[in-house]
């Protein structure tokens, strides 16, 4: 069983930048794929990035893709979300996931509980 606890969230100015870091216990993750996610009250999970255990290759959604960085420390034990020029509309709650592939969340086995960034204008 992994367990993933996000932190790093808070409130930020448009502009700005935070790091998310996503810390995984139980099991070490080194040998998963690894993803962010985010999600607003009332719609689905929006896929946000992840980055590929063999080789450390990322995929980002082109709606963040040049202000968002996923990145990863094995000796850690976690994952990154570097964030960026962040707008209003980043908004939202983020959820790191491990065990999966692809922008689809339900192909994803572990989730954390998520944390929340709020970017005020």
């Known amino acids: 069983q992994v367990v993933l606890v996000e932190s790093g969230g808070g409130s930020v100015q448009a502009g700005g930048s935070s790091r998310l870091s996503c810390a995984a216990s139980?099991?070490?993750?080194?040998?998963?794929?690894a993803a962010w996610f985010r999600q607003a009250p009332g719609k689905e999970r929006e896929f946000v990035s992840w980055?590929?255990?063999?080789?450390?290759?990322?995929t980002t959604s082109e709606s963040v893709k040049g202000r968002f960085t996923m990145s990863r420390d094995h000796s850690k034990n976690t994952v990154y979300l570097e964030m960026n020029d962040l707008k209003p509309e980043d908004t939202t709650d983020y959820y790191c996931?491990?065990?999966?592939?692809?922008?689809?969340?339900?192909?994803?086995?572990?989730w954390g509980q998520g944390t929340r960034v709020t970017v005020t204008s």
């Open positions: 996931a491990v065990r999966g592939w692809s922008d689809i969340a339900s192909r994803w086995t572990y």
């Open positions: 139980g099991r070490n993750i080194s040998t998963y794929n």
């Open positions: 980055i590929a255990w063999i080789d450390g290759e990322t």
